[in-house]
């Protein structure tokens, strides 16, 4: 059984930067045609220089003529004219609440400064995406922050806003009351609930943030994503840690799926029968929703065992993906 | 401002064996008259043997003359003259559901299969110590085995049945709902929720069986200690891990807490303004419950800072505290 996806994309990619950057970005570049690329390095890609600067050195370290990386600024208070150089250079602006998650603390503190910017870039037409958390319990920061969504969807009605990484049945169900809300869903939500994370052992490769949910959570999720709903979209949020900043004693939120989000999905879509809802889950409806026309680029998958090194090692650096030392049933050929 | 707690008891408690054993029994004598043994070892203490040879073991790593250890069996289908031996050897029988923790593959499959041994139990009044989870959703695995302890309470109406290192609101009004249902509390429950664990980084030394639960679990937890409720009891459920066992890919289930849990529950209490409860907590209403006579031991606090060590070594063992290098207003004088 082989598998062609055309112009694969990831919308949520962490490529960090530095030597980190130059093991991880050619594994995303090999399987992807395109990838959204976060802006939350220290300290933040906030302004269109510093956007060219990690757009080219993403380039560098990608080493491959295809791969397109759809940059993204950190939100703040941009002006007219800011937004009008950046709007050149990025797919989009990523709003993180002050703290919510790895190199955010320069988020936004308060929603209604943010509004005059938002105005803005509705007006040109410039995506808003968002790690929507509350700063409230672990378990309901998603669910808790789905009405700040709502405010904004209603207030800024021709603002494509998207629900970045969603983890609950709560989002999934948010998704349908707004035409312009979208969101974006990882591989590991998919996949497990907080039982894998911390039911039995406490697996520090599967800690994340948002955490994992509830089972009826993920299963919303997983059935949203293989009923080809189309303002749902893959990406991966993966999230690269050096592995003694995994198996430590304050270990940080990121799970690390790059290399093997194309055929652990492809393996998740067959055995639920939907392998023909795939594409456009990996590409279809980004590209449409956003109007995107990425590089060309054919994908090829095979249903053949393919077995997930227990770690990736290069430049210095060494990071332990998702189902490190398992095999999975599809593989990249 | 001086605390005098009169033969304080750990209610709930793993030494472990060898060389960890010699390692950590000594904290708890140092600052206990006594403490409930628990016989998850491997394999488990199961018969009346392995209790006199454990218990001596204790007795030899603790080298105290006062420290009284009140021996538990692992519960499994006894006959009525097994029963009548081990009365004379152990404070009850701890029930583990077949894996629901570290070293409790031998426990019980299905509850059915205990009631034979459960009824003599009842007519030898030998208590019944149980870990109450199911094997559902890790935040739900308490609130499921509830219909458990209703269902045994009310056809063993004689037995005393303690819920060990209860975690959620409504365990604590279940509390309320039979005579013959006692239980106890950790130290780490009464302080932290999930957030502690997995809300900002992921923290492995707070994280155990039960997981830590929700802000509201963890307040009426502590209301129900802060107003002496008589039959919840102190039981610090101190588990040991080797310090790479913790931090490590998959991280083992445990806190360790005992030699920080009488100044860290006078601290607690203390700003509660509830110092005058204490007693009752750590001695008293497990005395009164069980008709308990502990060996004469008094123990001073003072409320002033004590530095927490960053790990405790020797016999070859590392194990990391809960606060680790963390400064609390009290300590054992």
Redesign the interface.
């Known amino acids: 059984m082989i598998l062609e996806l055309h112009s694969p994309l990831d919308m949520h990619l962490h490529l960090r930067d530095g030597d980190m950057m130059k093991l991880v970005a050619p594994l995303s570049s090999a399987s992807f045609a395109g990838a959204v690329i976060m802006p939350n390095l220290v300290p933040p890609v906030a302004d269109a220089g510093a956007v060219q600067a990690y757009r080219q050195r993403v380039l560098d370290a990608c080493g491959d003529d295809v791969f397109q990386p759809y940059m993204t600024a950190f939100f703040r208070s941009y002006s007219e004219k800011e937004l009008s150089r950046l709007k050149e250079l990025v797919f989009g602006i990523k709003l993180y609440p002050a703290g919510a998650t790895t190199n955010s603390e320069g988020g936004v503190k308060a929603m209604k400064d943010a509004e005059a910017t938002l105005s803005i870039m509705q007006e040109m037409d410039i995506p808003l995406l968002v790690h929507g958390e509350s700063h409230g319990?672990?378990?309901d920061r998603e669910a808790e922050f789905l009405d700040v969504y709502r405010d904004l969807a209603t207030r800024f009605p021709r603002l494509t806003i998207c629900m970045e990484h969603i983890t609950t049945a709560a989002a999934v169900q948010l998704l349908d009351e707004f035409e312009n809300l979208a969101a974006t869903v990882t591989l590991q939500h998919l996949l497990i609930?907080?039982?894998d994370?911390?039911?039995?052992?406490?697996?520090?490769?599967l800690?994340c943030k948002p955490?994992a949910k509830?089972?009826e959570d993920r299963e919303a999720l997983l059935q949203a994503a293989l009923s080809g709903h189309p303002r749902l979209m893959f990406g991966s949020d993966s999230a690269p840690h050096p592995i003694h900043a995994k198996?430590?004693?304050?270990?940080?939120?990121g799970v690390f799926t790059a290399p093997i989000a194309l055929p652990r999905l492809a393996a998740l879509f067959d055995e639920h029968g939907a392998l023909d809802r795939l594409q456009g889950f990996v590409s279809g409806h980004a590209c449409a929703l956003y109007g995107l026309n990425p590089p060309a680029r054919t994908v090829r998958l095979q249903r053949r065992e393919m077995l997930v090194p227990d770690a990736y090692e290069g430049h210095g650096q060494k990071v332990?993906p998702m189902d490190a030392g398992c095999t999975i049933p599809w593989r990249l050929i």
């Open positions: 319990f672990v378990m609930t907080l039982d994370v911390a039911g039995g052992m406490l697996r520090p490769h800690f955490i509830r089972p198996e430590a004693c304050g270990c940080a939120a332990v």
